[in-house]
């Protein structure tokens, strides 16, 4: 089965900072998918990435794709207290409309 | 656009007891997922709904069961509750299309006493 490893675990950064958190899996990837949650809440879908050397952009978020190290990276510019949460990043096994398997997730705080 | 909608938000229920949740869809979303989010464990896949029919399902016992009612919503049924039972489900809906991004309710707060 597909397993999903994300680093770091939590990240403390202070305001206006970049960061990048990383998700590699242990299976091709054939889709990608970046979530935001806050505690105790739903998912809030952030970005889809299907093809190996995908990048895509959502205000100050940015997401990549290797698809030869199977490996994605989020990277958020000049962070900002809403940016806090837990990101996790999601696959399919086979590409289709299935369940996805999730990483455990990266838990960031923002520091002002 | 309404979001995928759950209910209950909250829900109590005592070892040995059966408990009910259930989930709408984006409207126009065939596809219907249920996830559990235990502490410790992370989101784990638990069952997929398309076009009325179950699809797929996660590395869970029978006793967690469901399905998907003609207008697309769906429910979850979790028979004979254990403590472990405890967590935050969650149900997204997706239009059941290769690739396309599932989107998530609030999720059901489940709470085994």
């Known amino acids: 089965s597909q397993e999903l490893e994300q680093s770091p675990q939590s990240l403390i950064v202070q305001e206006g900072k970049n960061l990048t958190i990383n998700c590699t899996s242990s299976?091709?990837?054939?889709?990608l998918y970046w979530y935001k949650q806050k505690y105790g809440e739903g998912l809030i879908f952030l970005m889809m990435?299907?093809?190996?050397?995908e990048e895509k952009s959502h205000e100050k978020i940015t997401a990549k794709l290797d698809e030869k190290k199977q490996q994605s990276s989020l990277h958020i510019t000049a962070s900002q207290p809403s940016h806090a949460g837990i990101y996790l990043c999601g696959a399919t096994s086979g590409g289709g409309a299935d369940g996805l398997t999730f990483g455990k997730g990266t838990h960031l705080i923002i520091q002002p | 656009e309404a979001g995928v909608t759950q209910s209950p938000t909250h829900l109590i229920k005592t070892r040995g007891q059966q408990a009910t949740l259930r989930c709408s869809p984006i409207?126009?979303?065939?596809?219907v997922y249920w996830y559990q989010q235990a502490l410790g464990l992370g989101l784990q896949f638990l069952l997929w709904?398309?076009?009325?029919?179950?699809?797929n399902r996660g590395n869970f016992p029978p006793r967690f069961s469901g399905r998907q009612f003609p207008n697309y919503s769906s429910e979850l049924n979790v028979n004979a509750l254990e403590l472990e039972d405890s967590a935050l489900y969650l149900c997204a809906s997706s239009l059941g299309h290769r690739n396309q991004p599932q989107h998530f309710g609030d999720g059901t707060r489940l709470s085994i006493l």
């Open positions: 990435l299907q093809k190996g050397g």
């Open positions: 709904y398309d076009e009325g029919e179950e699809r």
């Open positions: 409207s126009g979303h065939t596809s």
């Open positions: 299976k091709t990837l054939y889709g």
